[in-house]
T-cell receptor
Framework: DAMVIQNPRYQVTQFGKPVTLSCSQTLNHNVMYWYQQKSSQAPKLLFHYYDKDFNNEADTPDNFQSRRPNTSFCFLDIRSPGLGDAAMYLC???????????FGSGTRLTVV | AQKITQTQPGMFVQEKEAVTLDCTYDTSDPSYGLFWYKQPSSGEMIFLIYQGSYDQQNATEGRYSLNFQKARKSANLVISASQLGDSAMYFCAMTSSNDYKLSFGAGTTVTVRA
């Protein structure tokens, strides 16, 4: 089945140690999004790719970076994770028309 | 800019009863889409139902229906015959013709009691 896959499902990283979260899709959607969701809060958009064009939200910290080497894959890099970066990270895709979003199952990041 | 408001932080509902989750929105775009998502404790975001701004009829998907009142800018979700598995966080969200990024409301936690 076509879907959005996030790996790993759970990630534990040390304070200050770089970590990469991955997302892949088989839907051939041209837009891919990364959301951060802290406990009991709404998801917050960090950035998105429209094809190869990177779009950063104004309040996304510089500590967060992203790469999209091809249509299928998108990575979230956290250069120096702090305790405040512990959250669920959700990847989503959509067509340009944006009448359907597909979410991955998320990666729950713990910083120790 | 588009804005979604969910005023109910949490709700309790008895099993087999119906529950209505409130959602109001604000946008200046004439064309927009409204979504409801369910997020259980496992964390995945599950799409429930979609309503387009030009749709004449309210959307329905099984036990889910969307009460769309365009003039009042509201898009309430009705869950009929609640089940224990409906206990989750529910998010209202929207996109518009000028902003295809999905914007979320604060969410409502629903707890179904046996």
């Amino acid at each position: 089945d076509a879907m959005v896959i996030q790996n790993p499902r759970y990630q534990v990283t040390q304070f200050g140690k770089p970590v990469t979260l991955s997302c892949s899709q088989t839907l051939n959607h041209n837009v891919m999004y990364w959301y951060q969701q802290k406990s009991s809060q709404a998801p917050k958009l960090l950035f998105h790719y429209y094809d190869k064009d990177f779009n950063n939200e104004a309040d996304t910290p510089d500590n967060f970076q992203s790469r999209r080497p091809n249509t299928s894959f998108c990575f979230l890099d956290i250069r120096s994770p702090g305790l405040g970066d512990a959250a669920m990270y959700l990847c989503a895709t959509s067509r340009e028309e944006a009448d359907g979003y597909t979410f991955g199952s998320g990666t729950r990041l713990t910083v120790v | 800019a588009q804005k979604i408001t969910q005023t109910q932080p949490g709700m309790f509902v008895q099993e087999k009863e119906a529950v209505t989750l409130d959602c109001t929105y604000d946008t200046s775009d004439p064309s927009y889409g409204l979504f409801w998502y369910k997020q259980p404790s496992s964390g995945e975001m599950i799409f429930l139902i979609y309503q387009g701004s030009y749709d004449q009829q309210n959307a329905t998907e099984g036990r889910y229906s969307l009460n769309f009142q365009k003039a009042r800018k509201s898009a309430n979700l009705v869950i009929s015959a609640s089940q224990l598995g409906d206990s989750a966080m529910y998010f209202c969200a929207m996109t518009s013709s000028n902003d295809y990024k999905l914007s979320f409301g604060a969410g409502t936690t629903v707890t179904v009691r046996a």
